[in-house]
């Protein structure tokens, strides 16, 4: 049986701060989210005061939440008296902050002159990566509506910031129409709000060498030390195909028996010079990316950056003798002629080029069907003439791993210059099976904080945490050293992520997450007032295996006190 409640209390009702909304009688349902007036020791004190869906929290009557559905309000039943059902139209949109419900906004009216109303939030900044924004202020003007939403779209990875290259795994992804199959960027599984949201994974650079050139010899014992056949290389049987490389990064600089003699051939080849490409120290002198070292000093160390293999260090440092020629001859060539001119196709082609190229030409021979014509037999018999000074492939230098800054997801800039009050960044984030660590490679330029090296076998294997990292930026953020590790607002932490209850949490590919995964990782991180500028930015940098994704949501810079 429903009764109208007094008009005094109905009033009362609707304003409190409490957000009590409705009638405080034992006839009509109470909507509340807390209660500070009513004292408990227990929630049975709570319950004995008709507040059956409260809990005692710090003395008071609260209710409390894990996320922001846990907030809504029981709908007003239709047969419910007409005063009632009216004054729940006037129910405050519940939000879950630190684990308690409380009245969010309804509108920028309900938020200060520089926030927006965001689900129930009030913000100095937004960004839910939807086609239209709900914080326009958040957004280049033009783009508050967008047709396809990309980071780049949106001025995250502005090209401002100068990274030579950008990690093609951070992306934004799509949950889907209904009923498509799971698992793609078109069809993602829930975000955290509305259709859309941003993975974040590292980029694994495969260890596929760039080659340059070196005598027969050398490749030979390269080829000899990689593969074990246990029997001593001979020319011209050798090398194989195709260049010998060290695919997992390790091998040993001190060659088996069975090569030795092949090695302390590749040893009296004439000593080389980085290429183009890899720039380095030769001697006392410097060979830029542009110079073909010619005229560099014979003693030439390989690139530190070139990340070899033990192994393929000899054999970089040797060249032949027809290509070693062919560099200086072209050298001398460019002081009288053009480029075009002095290439071994040009009018003025080098003496050298013939010799130089020829082991190249008979190698694209072999294992074809013009292998046994006459002018492929005559290449292969020209190459073979050259002996261990003939010239083949070896690797020179490998891919460099990206590094944070190109790895990362990098925020638009932000203006927090005239922005008063402690501020925290608010985001949603979900792990795709994220561990806790993982491997990287031997060679890779840089390690970070934790990780651990111990021998398996012959081999060192480098085992690092595995996180996304939150870091921030005041100003000149396209230098490396501006970004510092962000720490969480509770407890002051550096912002790793995931915690470790969202580790090995079984969610292994897009759309095996639901609104409560997201939900239950939602996470603040400090904003220092020293970060107050006007181009401040926030990033994400993975460090994660091969396939291991992050997801975020809902990024947003809320007060947390005037």
């Known amino acids: 049986m429903w009764h109208l409640c007094p008009a005094g209390t109905m009033a009362m009702a609707i304003v409190a701060i409490v957000a009590l909304v409705g009638c405080p009688s034992d006839d009509c349902p109470l909507r509340v989210f ?253 060979c830029g990316a542009d110079e073909t070292c010619a005229s560099c000093p014979s003693d030439c160390d390989v690139c530190p950056e070139a990340r070899l293999a033990a192994c393929e260090v000899l054999p970089a440092k040797r060249t032949c003798s027809s290509c070693k020629a062919l560099a200086a001859e072209t050298e001398a060539c460019l002081l009288a002629h053009s480029a075009e001119a002095c290439t071994c196709a040009g009018a003025f082609a080098p003496p050298s080029c013939a010799d130089c190229l020829v082991c190249k030409d008979a190698s694209e021979c072999r294992g074809t069907d013009s292998e046994f014509t006459p002018e492929c037999q005559a290449k292969i018999r020209d190459c073979d003439g050259l002996g261990e000074d003939g010239c083949f492939s070896a690797p020179r230098r490998y891919p460099a791993d990206l590094t944070d800054d190109e790895q990362s997801i990098e925020s638009n800039p932000i203006d927090l210059a005239d922005v008063s009050g402690t501020l925290v960044l608010q985001f949603d984030s979900v792990s795709f099976d994220i561990g806790d660590t993982y491997v990287i490679s031997p060679l890779s330029p840089t390690t970070h904080e934790g990780c651990v090296s111990e021998t398996v076998g012959e081999r060192t294997v480098t085992r690092c945490p595995e996180e996304v990292l939150v870091q921030l930026c005041a100003r000149d953020c396209a230098d490396p050293a501006s970004w510092v590790d962000g720490t969480f607002a509770k407890t002051g932490e550096v912002a790793r992520l995931p915690p470790t209850r969202m580790r090995n949490n079984g969610i292994s590919s897009l759309g095996g997450q639901g609104t409560f995964d997201w939900r239950a990782g939602r996470f603040e991180v400090a904003v220092p007032n020293d970060f107050r500028t006007s181009s401040f930015r926030f990033r994400l940098v993975p460090r994660l295996a091969d396939g291991k994704l992050l997801g975020v949501d809902n990024f947003s810079i809320v007060r947390r006190s005037p």
Request: glycine share 10%; with cysteine; hydrophobic share 30%.
């Open 34 to 286: 807390e209660r500070p007036d009513v004292a408990c020791h227990a929630s049975s004190d709570c319950a004995e005061a008709g507040l059956l869906d409260l809990e005692c929290v710090d003395g008071a009557c609260r209710r409390t939440c894990v996320r922001d559905a846990d907030c809504t309000l029981t709908p007003v039943p239709d047969d419910a008296p007409r005063a009632c059902r009216e004054a729940a139209r006037d129910d405050p949109i519940g939000v879950c902050e630190a684990q308690l419900c409380v009245a969010g906004c309804r509108g920028a009216g309900d938020c200060a002159d520089d926030e927006c109303c965001v689900a129930g939030r009030c913000a100095v900044y937004h960004e839910g990566f939807e086609s239209k924004t709900v914080c326009p202020s958040s957004r280049d003007p033009a783009k508050t509506t967008v047709d396809f939403v990309t980071l780049e779209g949106l001025d995250w990875n502005g090209p401002e910031l100068g990274r030579a290259v950008r990690n093609p795994n951070n992306r934004v992804v799509r949950t889907g129409d209904p009923g498509c199959t799971l698992g793609d960027d078109r069809c993602a599984g829930a975000a955290a709000e509305g259709t859309t949201f941003v993975v974040v994974g590292r980029e694994v650079i495969q260890r596929v060498p760039v080659l340059g050139t070196t005598c027969r010899a050398c490749a030979c014992c390269l080829e000899c030390i990689l593969s074990a056949s246990g029997s001593a290389p001979t020319i011209p049987s050798c090398p194989g195909e195709t260049a010998s490389f060290a695919i997992d990064g390790v091998c040993s600089a001190d060659p088996p028996e069975v090569c030795q003699a092949m090695c302390s051939a590749c040893e009296r080849c004439p000593q080389g010079c980085q290429d183009a490409g890899c720039p380095g120290a030769c001697g006392d002198g410097v």
